[in-house]
Every structure is written in structure tokens, then in C-alpha cells.
């Protein structure tokens, strides 16, 4: 009889523990925090590589195939009577040449320019701008050049682009233009030459005012 009411004692001790040791586990997840993982740090892009390729260089000109040592870089800007001209680009092509017949035969350009043949038709790119306070012109109204390519002491002469020529401002073959305050243009222009250049140059002549620069200098 003591036996079992030990035994019995005993089952009733042994349960009040695990009551109470699962009200102790219970009470010690409600109190305690939850550890929560960090987030994972965000991957930064990586860095797009910038090339390291060298731009090419703009052709502006070929005169190192005529051995000239050049005054000057081309772009060149000169200033006279609030008129600016920049010559950007300056290209001596022979007259059979496919770069010349194609200008040639697309604009209406002629070779007859001088008595004597004309042995190279000369492409030139220009960006002209009108910083005066009046209207500048080359046209019915004003007939007078306000600039010039010059070469061995020369005014060259230039033909007409006759695909063109009845355009006003034209932005491929210039011929008449004319400018208002304030106004830019840019274009190209074609002359002739009859001979390999040794000296060039080129002036602009407006209001009384005279600017020249030396491209190429003979014997220089």
C-alpha cells in the first residue's frame, strides 16, 4: 500500500514538472525576441567599362600630299566688318579624280574656269556668321565677295553649282547667301586652280576692314 502511494506520489510530481517546465519554455518565447537575419546587402551594378578607343581624327585638309608645312590648323577663323569666317575644311583634288567628278557631276560644277586647264578643283567647307547689326549679303542686292581663298598671290575663282544656284542659303553648294543679324551658315564651296599651291591664304574684305591669315607660307 506505502508503494503506491509513492509511485503515485511520484507520477504526480513528475507531471507538475513538465507542466511547469513547458509553462517556463512557453513564457520564454513569448518574452524573448526573435533574432531576424540581416538582408543581404544589394549587389551594385557593376561599373560599365568606357571605351578606350581613340576617336579618328577629322580629315580637314590635304596638303601634307603637296609636302606644305602648314602657318595654322585648320579651323580657321578670321573677322572683318562684323562679319566671321571660319574655313574648316580645305581638300585639293584632281580635276579626273572620282572625289572631284562626283562634286563635279552632282552639283553642276564646271572645269572651265580658266584659259589655261584647270588642273585641280579645289572643296572647301566654311561656317560663315553675321555678328553685325545690319544685313550681310552676297547676292542681286550686294554683288561685291566678302571673302577669298587665295593661293600663290591668287584669287581663286569658283563656278556655279548649277543644281543650286537659284537656292538661297543652300547648305550643300553655296552661291547667293544672305545673312541677317545674328545669323550662322554653314556650307561648302568649290574653286579651281591650275597648278600645284605653294602659298595660301585666306581674307575677308567688308566695310572698309581687311583680315588675313597665312595657311601655308612659301618657302616657310
Known amino acids: 500500500m506505502k508503494k503506491k502511494i509513492v509511485e503515485a506520489t511520484m507520477a504526480a510530481t513528475m507531471l507538475l514538472g513538465t507542466v511547469l517546465a513547458q509553462g517556463v519554455v512557453a513564457n520564454a518565447e513569448a518574452v524573448t525576441p526573435v533574432v531576424t537575419a540581416k538582408p543581404t546587402a544589394a549587389v551594385k551594378p557593376t561599373a560599365s567599362v568606357k571605351s578606350t578607343a581613340t576617336p ?20 580657321v577663323t578670321i573677322s572683318a566688318g562684323g562679319l566671321t569666317y571660319t574655313l574648316e575644311k580645305l581638300m585639293f583634288y584632281d580635276v579626273k579624280s572620282k572625289e572631284a567628278q562626283s562634286l563635279m557631276k552632282m552639283y553642276g560644277y564646271s572645269d572651265r574656269i580658266y584659259k589655261t586647264p584647270t588642273k585641280y578643283m579645289v572643296w572647301t567647307k566654311l561656317t560663315i556668321e ?3 547689326s545690319k544685313v550681310i549679303q552676297l547676292s542681286s542686292n550686294d554683288l561685291n565677295p566678302k571673302w577669298y581663298l587665295k593661293v600663290d598671290g591668287h584669287n581663286l575663282l569658283g563656278p556655279a553649282p548649277a543644281t543650286k544656284m537659284l537656292e538661297l542659303n543652300n547648305k550643300e553648294a553655296l552661291w547667293d547667301w544672305v545673312l541677317k543679324p545674328g545669323q550662322k551658315l554653314s556650307s561648302y564651296q568649290m574653286y579651281g586652280y591650275t597648278k600645284d599651291p605653294k602659298d595660301i591664304s585666306i581674307y575677308v574684305n567688308l566695310g572698309g576692314e581687311l583680315e588675313e591669315k597665312y595657311i601655308v607660307k612659301a618657302g616657310e
Do not use: A, T, W
Not at 579618328?56 to 579651323?75: A, C, H
Open 130 to 132: 553675321n555678328k553685325s
Open 56 to 75: 579618328v581624327p577629322i580629315m580637314r585638309d590635304n596638303l601634307s600630299k603637296f609636302g606644305l608645312k602648314k602657318e595654322v590648323d585648320l579651323p
